[in-house]
């Protein structure tokens, strides 16, 4: 069974379907500047709409893109925090637009 929004994958062939805050950290941590230097983020479709990557830097620390051309956007900004790329990749993909996902319903108090 495949991711049911997205999946991430890492340069060395490492994947995780749906990955949590936690997974991407872990998978950000093991990004290196030889043989692992970038993890993608994309829904598991032909043609996405949508995807973020985090890249080691040569200079050191991180580059983060985020690109969504549903929305017309796309952004590059370096980092140095883990925490900080995994949080904010966390929150910016909770944001996309998956046809699949089912509505969440509003109730009244």
């Known amino acids: 069974m495949g991711a049911q929004y997205y999946g991430a ?3 060395n062939g490492d994947r995780i379907d749906d990955a949590s805050e936690d997974a991407l950290f872990m998978m950000i941590s093991a990004l290196n500047d ?6 993608v983020a994309q829904p598991d479709e032909d ?4 995807f973020a990557s985090v ?3 040569d200079e050191g620390g991180y580059e983060m893109v985020r690109r969504d051309t549903s929305r017309n956007e ?7 925090s883990i925490n900080d790329l995994a949080r904010d990749l ?8 998956f046809p699949e996902r089912p509505t ?3 109730t009244d108090f």
């Open 104 to 106: 969440r319903q509003v």
């Open 55 to 57: 890249a080691v830097l």
């Open 90 to 97: 966390t929150i910016w993909m909770a944001a996309r637009d």
């Open 47 to 50: 043609d996405p709409v949508w």
């Open 9 to 11: 994958d890492s340069e």
């Open 74 to 80: 796309h952004e590059v900004t370096p980092a140095t």
């Open 34 to 39: 030889s043989d692992n230097t970038f993890v």
